[in-house]
């Protein structure tokens, strides 16, 4: 598979199995690109917004985003990395401040 987004969809529009079982084993250090896989991967991605570090999604009901909100809360340094608040109505809040002084130490680093 490559990293096209309609090669992790089935022929309905889901995220595969495959694709849910990548976001949750992504290395906890590299939460950005996780996530930009997962957007592309988002139903509506108008339900998927961010303002400086805080990031926002609504699963809008849709079992398929349901299901990749599943998969990044199985994805265990993501979750406790980023992770502020939840919500009746699926919407989701998390705070990528951590997770971009992680992106820029790795800079820094090479």
Do not use: C
Not at 18 to 30: C, G, Q, S, Y
């Amino acid at each position: 598979m490559t990293d096209q987004a309609e090669d992790w969809l089935d022929e309905d529009g889901y995220p595969t199995d495959a694709a849910l079982k990548r976001i949750t084993e992504w290395p906890w250090n590299d939460i950005l690109a996780m996530l930009v896989f997962a957007r592309a991967l988002w139903h509506w991605p108008s339900y998927w917004t961010q303002d400086g570090d805080k990031l926002s999604i609504a699963t809008g009901g849709w079992s398929g985003n349901e299901s990749i909100v599943v998969a990044l809360r199985k994805n265990v340094g993501f979750w406790a990395m980023t992770w502020e608040s939840s919500h009746r109505s699926g919407l989701y809040v998390f705070d990528l401040k951590r997770a971009r002084a992680l992106e820029k130490s790795k800079e820094v680093e090479s």
